[in-house]
């Protein structure tokens, strides 16, 4: 396996990783059960509600840090940077099938042109 | 009755909208913070030689400290965020710190801004608000 190919296993295993934490972050949030109205009360309540979604969601992160880094040390910056967009597809398919949430074709449209601006952004 | 119910919800959206407004825009400030610090804490490392001495260092920062508090700050404001909106319409949104990094990168370290990242910026900025127009929070299909 050539140096580029282990980068890019890197960088796409990273964003996977980074949209799983994602969801697991919004499923505890989700199956809280939130009775503070306002300020840090609610933060803490989810953590103290949901320890080991929150415990996996910070876990993915970790190994999105240690993935990101490798991947990092093995290619360009101006070729990992737009790869970190891919993340916004990724996590838009698993809001949809895992957390069922109702993704409009607007919703898409804004999303798409995000992805073409962050590309835009981290290739020049 | 029904309306002054209705009056009630009315404001109690818009009370929610604005709280997820504000805190969508500490999640970019703390994470522009970040980015910089980072760039910062490691700039400051650079002529370490080898992974291990590397590490060592960055440790040492007061950087890293600060660091440490930022990241805190936003997995607590982060999980406000979620308890109040999809996380496809809060995720797109926090795109806006590529903006905001670009510029202050530009400001702090003198960096150059080509016109094609100036073009991406703009995307990114009409690509935000046409997903700041969907409905922030939906019911779900099933289960969430």
Known sequence: MSVRMLGLACATIAVVFEALGQIALKKAANRSVITATSGWRIPVSIVAQQPLMIGMGLSCYLMTCILWTLALSFLPVSIVHPMGSIDLIVMLVLSRFILHEQITVRRMIGVGIILAGVILVGTN | ?144
């Open chain 2, 1 to 144: 009755m029904s309306d002054v119910y209705e009056k009630q919800a009315n404001e109690l959206t818009t009370t929610r909208s604005i709280g997820v407004a504000g805190a969508l825009s500490l999640t970019i400030l703390l994470d522009t913070t970040a980015q910089l610090t980072w760039k910062g804490a490691v700039t400051q490392v650079e002529n370490a030689s080898g992974v291990g001495e590397f590490l060592l260092a960055f440790l040492h920062q007061p950087l890293f400290l600060a660091l440490i508090v930022l990241f805190v700050a936003m997995f607590l404001n982060w999980m406000l965020v979620l308890s109040r909106a999809d996380l496809s319409y809060v995720q797109p949104i926090t795109a806006l710190s590529y903006v905001t990094s670009s510029f202050a990168s530009t400001y702090l370290f003198n960096d150059h801004l080509p016109p094609v990242r100036i073009l991406g910026i703009c995307l990114i900025i009409l690509g935000v608000w046409i997903v700041g127009s969907t409905h922030q929070e939906r019911p779900c299909l099933s289960e969430c």
